[in-house]
Nanobody
Framework: QVQLVESGGGLVQPGGSLRLSCAAS????????MGWYRQAGGHKRELVAVITTGSSANYADSVKGRFTISRDNAKNAVYLQMNSLKPEDTAVYHCNAYLKISSGSIPNDYWGQGTQVTVSS
């Protein structure tokens, strides 16, 4: 069984910063990539940022230059530093890991429960 636990969400004023953290635990053989997705009310879940084991990162156009994703492979952890936050960044942010639970398994997606980020004055 695999668990992803996020932390770091909250209420912040426009222009402020937050740092999200996510740690994966359980029966993990290897992690291909980790990332962050977000879902605002009434909208589809969308990719925010993803990072590979080799630290190659991709970002949604809407967050480029403001958000930075990083990863600690030894801790099976991923982080999202969010700066210059805007009201439109308000959403539930979900951690994702694309991983294998054994050497003979195929990779699958695993998700955290989500953490609320609200940007408002």
């Amino acid at each position: 069984q695999v668990q992803l636990v996020e932390s770091g969400g909250g209420l912040v004023q426009p222009g402020g910063s937050l740092r999200l953290s996510c740690a994966a635990s359980g029966s993990i053989f290897s992690i291909n990539s980790m990332g962050w997705y977000r879902q605002a009310g009434g909208h589809k879940r969308e990719l925010v940022a993803v990072i590979t084991t080799g630290s190659s990162a991709n970002y949604a156009d809407s967050v480029k230059g403001r958000f930075t994703i990083s990863r600690d492979n030894a801790k099976n952890a991923v982080y999202l530093q969010m700066n210059s936050l805007k009201p439109e960044d308000t959403a539930v942010y979900h951690c994702n890991a694309y991983l294998k639970i054994s050497s003979g398994s195929i990779p699958n997606d695993y998700w955290g429960q989500g953490t609320q980020v609200t940007v408002s004055s």
